[in-house]
């Protein structure tokens, strides 16, 4: 028979149970160096989890809910988070790889990126206002009518934010980072 709801249970690597996952409740849950990799997660809620040094990448996320929800040490490649439910949906990211991710269209306000890689990651559409960008390579990641108010970006890199296509009031930019706001222009720019 088939377990719907785990709560404090610490799964890894070999325990975790891969057959049929959608529709499960975890509540307080650590996932520890698990193989999610092109699962269907659908329809989960994830309350208050951890997922440590776990491969998702490309897994099916839709309808499910993360509240309150690290990734450390993950790898997350082309996963469309903007498929999942939009209620109470709060998570965290530190030294992930999320590259060919997308976030259209959520509302992310304060999120937390953390020495991610964050190349060709989508977020057009998003409210990422007062979101804090730390250390992130941010190459060739998709900013279109994003929400970037008060967004810190003083210590990620290579993106490339076009200020006439997203909302950029008080957001926060080293002075390396002001080549990626004129890149749409072609200027030369010294150092």
């Known amino acids: 028979m088939r377990q719907e709801y785990y709560q404090e249970h610490t799964f890894t690597k070999s325990s975790f149970p891969q057959s049929n996952i959608r529709g499960i409740e975890f509540d307080s849950c650590v996932f520890d ?10 329809d989960c809620r994830f309350l208050d989890c951890t997922f440590r040094n776990c491969d998702l990448s490309l897994v099916n996320v839709t309808r499910s809910s993360f509240q309150d929800v690290l990734f450390s040490h993950c790898k997350i490649m082309g996963v469309t988070f903007s498929a999942c439910s939009t209620f109470g949906l709060a ?18 306000k304060g999120q937390s990126f953390k020495a991610c890689m964050l190349n060709e990651v989508d977020f057009s559409e998003a409210d990422l206002s007062a979101s ?54 072609d200027i030369l720019i010294s150092k």
């Open 33 to 42: 160096s698990c193989l999610l990799n092109q699962l269907d997660l659908s």
């Open 91 to 108: 998570f965290r990211f530190e030294h992930c790889q999320l590259q060919h991710s997308s976030f259209t269209k959520l509302k992310l």
């Open 132 to 185: 804090i960008f730390d250390e992130c390579n941010m190459e060739r990641a998709l900013f279109h009518q994003t929400n970037l108010e008060k967004a810190d970006f003083r210590t990620s890199y290579s993106y490339m934010i076009d200020p006439e296509q997203n909302r950029l009031k008080r957001a926060k930019f080293s002075i390396l980072g002001v080549e990626g706001l004129l890149a749409k222009h």
